[in-house]
């Protein structure tokens, strides 16, 4: 590092080849057909696709148009011949010219083996005119239309029309679709740039003049339609219209998913001890701990890196490390060769919030920015800070980074990175991948982000706006201002991952175990969430949860049904038996019988049980038959076989042979006496009653609490907490009981 030899690796072409990663299989191109993994397209004579389909349906319910209008008319395009261009194992590019109404069109679409589509279409004009619209239609079945994210509207149920003007944010993407079947579209800008906010894509805004809209029409579609309104072309005048296409899902659910169990530490290294006691498999080391205390950059602390590392792996635990860029610590020794560059850093003032600490501005002095800065207590050196400088979203960096990711691999041990948000596009993720699996096959990416929807006024879903890197990732972690009492919908598509090929888990004081199996979700170990999910996981081992064929509520086929409409119930099925997930998002406990498709499962109803196993924190222990009527507060897992057992009484309430001693729904104007209420001198907190319940008014990290005495008899406790909008990643609005002296 001293002699900065590393530097060559600026210029490092490492995964820079069209080859295929896993699970992907080559491209096969035949004709005017393309197939990959799972998915085919067919193009048509205009170079436009005519046909997708993703697990055998179809997804268009007629051809892609791009349409160029006169006050005479639709151009009626003519001539094209598509040629392939270019056939690699990871894509193939084709290309198509037509002429039509005095313009000419050609369209150059390169697809790859992950379902991404790249399509430049340029229309130009032999003559002077004058254009009503060019417009990008895109008409999809309405059966495989069901759910929708972009376009400013978070993720769940599609609404009939929407509709989205050219704006100045970054939410120019849409996704619609099913499970098994979905597309979505990208409004791309004329180069290829990565931040969060890429800029306007101006041939298709022109000035603000169009607009995007969803809209069903007839009975059996429904249609995105790109409109960039009025123009006028010169003799010769060309416009490009770039957009891409993602056919979901990338790739089948992971079954290795249920061996992935994830501890997180921070702001120290979870306990390797403790991980193997809870059954951890996976420990991921944040930046700022001990092992890796340096954002970005972990080579300067080896000498506890990598004895951590092999600490576990003696455990049987695997190390994924912080590891990404747009950030990097101000301790890389080859900060001044960078900064000399001008290609890495992004420009500031050197005045900003982060920017304060005095070596910064003593050595840095100005045309920088930063990240937060951490102490570096834990290293033993009072006073000492590691600042993350922000970084540029595409340099020769990411070739060092990629080198280095390569080098941790071989020389440390590491089996892969933690993604707290993602800081390059995904020509960089597709090397990120390869260079893992060509160094350790095995390695691992998980990604997490918090609710970048209601960041900033943004209204960008973190799922749509990183959906280009998913084909590459192995799971996802979606907490922070998450709202986890959102509808099922809106977990579907923002938060599982499952309609794209990936599973998750969740984050937070506010995650909802009960939910989260429905989606095949925990909890991590990590200081911010709620629950054990060890008991859980060990349930999963007794099942063998990972040899089961996973059928959720959202499938026709899903063996097992309520009779309540928001009671869900997911099937975890294997010959003769399952493990059945059942959440409620009712906000009071409600009852409900079960619709169990015995055939389908291979189960005889008259022999079959319902099995809930005690697990700590999550149900007690309970039986039931096929048409017995089930209380449900939060959910239940069961296991549905023909096994006989004896438990005591099924499901006996918790209320029953209880007096009620005290009960309070604050429905008046102050809470008052025996209430004592604590604030923190914050300005702005509030503790007030409203609508009939305490709320809440704070900013982050501030206290604010109301207390009262209980009657000396009281034996259970219980309150309903909404997180509302509560966005905070570890605190959170609960209920705590206090013994005074304890």
Excluded at 66 to 93: C, H, L, R, S
Excluded at 535 to 557: N, T, V
Excluded at 667 to 680: A, F, H, I, K, T
Aim: proline share 7%; net charge negative.
């Amino acid at each position: 590092l001293g002699r900065l030899a590393r530097l060559r690796w600026l210029d490092s072409t490492i995964g820079l080849d069209d080859e295929v990663t896993a699970p992907f299989t080559p491209v096969e191109a035949a004709g005017r057909t393309v197939k990959i993994l799972g998915r085919q397209l067919r193009y048509s004579a205009t170079g436009l696709p005519e046909s997708i389909r993703s697990n055998g349906r179809e997804i268009l319910a007629a051809p892609i148009r791009m349409i160029a209008q006169t006050a005479a008319g639709e151009a009626a395009w003519a001539g094209g011949e598509p040629k392939i261009v270019e056939t690699t194992p990871g894509k193939v590019v084709w290309e198509s010219s037509s002429t039509g109404g005095g313009l000419g069109m050609t369209c150059r679409a390169e697809m790859e083996f992950d379902g991404h589509l790249d399509f430049r279409v340029k229309i130009k004009a032999a003559d002077a005119a004058d254009l009503e619209d060019i417009r990008l239609e895109v008409p999809m079945r309405r059966e495989v239309a069901t759910y929708m994210m972009g376009l400013t509207r978070k993720g769940g149920y599609r609404p009939k029309h929407w509709k989205w003007p050219w704006e100045n944010r970054a939410a120019n993407q849409v996704w619609i679709g099913e499970v098994d079947a979905g597309l979505c579209c990208h409004f791309k800008t004329p180069d290829d740039r990565w931040s969060y906010y890429s800029g306007m894509p101006q041939a298709w805004a022109n000035g603000g003049k169009g607009a995007v809209e969803v809209v069903e029409e007839g009975a059996d579609r429904v249609v995105i339609r790109a409109k960039s309104g009025t123009r006028h072309l010169k003799p010769g005048q060309e416009h490009e219209f770039r957009f891409a296409l993602m056919i979901t899902p990338f790739k089948p659910l992971d079954p290795r998913h249920w061996k992935w169990r994830y501890c997180d530490g921070w702001p120290i290294a979870f306990p390797l001890d403790r991980a193997k006691e809870v059954g951890a498999t996976v420990s991921n080391l944040h930046q700022s701990t001990p092992p890796n205390p340096y954002i970005n950059y972990p080579f300067l602390a080896l000498d506890a890196l990598s004895p951590y590392v092999k600490d576990a792996h003696g455990r049987g635990i695997q190390v994924k490390l912080y590891y990404t860029v747009r950030l990097l610590s101000n301790h890389a020794v080859e900060l001044w060769a960078l900064r000399s560059l001008g290609e890495v850093f992004s420009d500031g003032s050197g005045q900003d919030q982060f920017a304060s600490h005095p070596w910064l501005q003593e050595h840095l002095v100005d045309r920088y920015s930063c990240g937060w800065p951490e102490p570096l207590k834990q290293l033993k050196e009072p006073g000492e800070f590691d600042s993350g400088l922000n970084q540029v979203g595409l340099s020769r960096w990411h070739n060092y980074y990629l080198e280095g990711l390569r080098w941790l691999i071989e020389n440390v041990g590491i089996d892969g990175i933690y993604l707290d948000g993602i800081g390059y596009d995904r020509q960089i993720m597709k090397r990120v991948r390869k260079v893992m699996d060509r160094a350790k096959p095995g390695c691992l990416i998980d990604f997490h982000s918090g609710n970048g929807y209601s960041y900033a006024g943004a209204k960008v879903s973190p799922a749509c706006r990183y959906m280009e890197h998913f084909p590459f990732v192995d799971s996802l972690w979606f907490g922070e201002g998450y709202d986890y009492d959102e509808t099922p919908d809106y977990w579907l598509v923002e938060i599982s991952g499952i309609p794209f090929g990936l599973f998750g888990e969740m984050l937070g004081p506010g995650s909802d175990p009960w939910r989260g199996m429905v989606y095949g979700m925990t909890g991590r170990y990590y200081h911010a969430n709620r629950g054990e999910p060890r008991y859980l996981w060990r349930l999963w081992d007794e099942f063998g949860i990972q040899d089961a064929r996973m059928i959720g509520y959202w499938d026709p086929a899903c063996p097992i049904r309520t009779d309540h409409k928001d009671v869900l119930a997911t099937a975890y099925c294997k010959k003769g038996k399952a493990l059945v997930a059942m959440a409620s998002w009712c906000e009071d406990p409600v009852e409900c019988r079960l619709k169990i498709d015995g055939e389908a499962l291979g189960l005889d109803p008259r022999k079959a049980h319902l099995y809930a196993p005690a697990i700590p924190g999550f149900q007690p222990e309970a039986l039931f038959g096929p048409s017995d009527t089930i209380p449900v507060g939060g959910g239940w897992l069961f296991l549905l076989d023909e096994e006989a057992r004896e438990v005591p009484p099924a499901a006996a309430s918790v209320y029953k042979n209880r007096k009620l001693t005290l009960e309070d729904r604050f429905d008046r104007e102050r809470l008052g006496d025996p209430w004592r209420v604590v604030l923190s001198s914050r300005p702005g907190t509030t503790l007030e009653l409203h609508s009939g319940a305490i709320a809440i008014e704070a900013a982050a990290n501030t206290c604010a609490f109301a207390e009262r005495p209980l009657p000396p008899e009281t034996a259970l406790v219980e309150c309903r907490v909404s997180s509302g909008s509560d966005q905070g990643a570890s605190w959170g609005p609960g209920l705590a009981l206090v013994w005074p002296g304890k």
